[in-house]
Each structure stands twice: as structure tokens, then as C-alpha cells.
């Protein structure tokens, strides 16, 4: 995670949406939230919420696919997933990636 630390390797996100099953993508968010709220990060910069229009993008493999109604589905219990033990430690949000990206409140 660039700090020095261990970290779960997991598959690229689009991966995940080729499972088309939401309970995984919550796993995956609960792993994600797991990692970084033990680092002590306020945000993770997850899930890259973005449609792919164009294969020859070369990030592709960052998203959750070109299907807009499977990304949405998964990409909701992606954060659901990241924001499951968080409120205890005061996170607010997950920051999804080109979408309504906003910083917490701390509230």
C-alpha cells in the first residue's frame, strides 16, 4: 500500500463484476475498508465508479465494467462493504473514483 505494510492482494475490480454477485463485491469492499481503517486511512480511494466506453483505455481493468447497471449494483455493495465497520472508527464515506468525490466530515 505504499507505507512498507502488508496488504490483501486482491483481483482488479473488473474481475469482481465478471462474478456478477453483489454478496462478493461486499466481501471485497469489507476487505478493502479492513486494510486501510487499520492503516489509520480516512478515505479509500474505491471503487472506480466509471463506464467503460472505450477498450483501448488501458485502466479499463480499474472498473467495474462497461455494463452500467451491474457497475452501479456492484459498486454499491463495494462501498456498503467499505463503510460496514467504519462508522465505529468515524469514517463517513467511501471516495469513489470519478464520482462525486467529496472528503468526510468527520462527522
Same mark, same amino acid.
Given at each position: 500500500?505504499?507505507?512498507?505494510?502488508?496488504?490483501?492482494? =486482491?483481483?482488479?475490480?473488473?474481475?469482481?463484476?465478471?462474478?456478477?454477485?453483489?454478496? =462478493?463485491?461486499?466481501?471485497?469492499?469489507?476487505?478493502?475498508?479492513?486494510?486501510?481503517?487499520?492503516?489509520?486511512?480516512?478515505?479509500?480511494?474505491?471503487?472506480?465508479?466509471?463506464?467503460?466506453?472505450?477498450?483501448?483505455?488501458?485502466?479499463?481493468?480499474?472498473? =467495474?465494467?462497461?455494463?452500467?447497471? =451491474?457497475?452501479?449494483?456492484?459498486?454499491?455493495?463495494? *462501498?456498503?462493504? *467499505?463503510?460496514?465497520?467504519?462508522?465505529?472508527?468515524?469514517?463517513?464515506?467511501?471516495?469513489?473514483?470519478?464520482?462525486?468525490?467529496?472528503?468526510?466530515?468527520?462527522?
Amino acid at each position: 500500500m505504499g507505507d512498507g505494510q502488508e496488504a490483501t492482494a =486482491l483481483s482488479a475490480p473488473v474481475s469482481l463484476a465478471a462474478s456478477f454477485d453483489t454478496t =462478493l463485491a461486499g466481501g471485497y469492499g469489507k476487505v478493502i475498508g479492513q486494510d486501510e481503517g487499520a492503516r489509520g486511512y480516512p478515505v479509500p480511494y474505491a471503487p472506480m465508479v466509471n463506464i467503460v466506453r472505450l477498450p483501448q483505455g488501458g485502466c479499463d481493468y480499474e472498473t =467495474l465494467g462497461e455494463d452500467p447497471q =451491474l457497475a452501479g449494483a456492484m459498486a454499491v455493495e463495494n *462501498i456498503k462493504g *467499505i463503510q460496514r465497520d467504519q462508522r465505529r472508527r468515524g469514517w463517513q464515506d467511501a471516495w469513489p473514483r470519478t464520482y462525486s468525490p467529496r472528503w468526510t466530515s468527520g462527522r
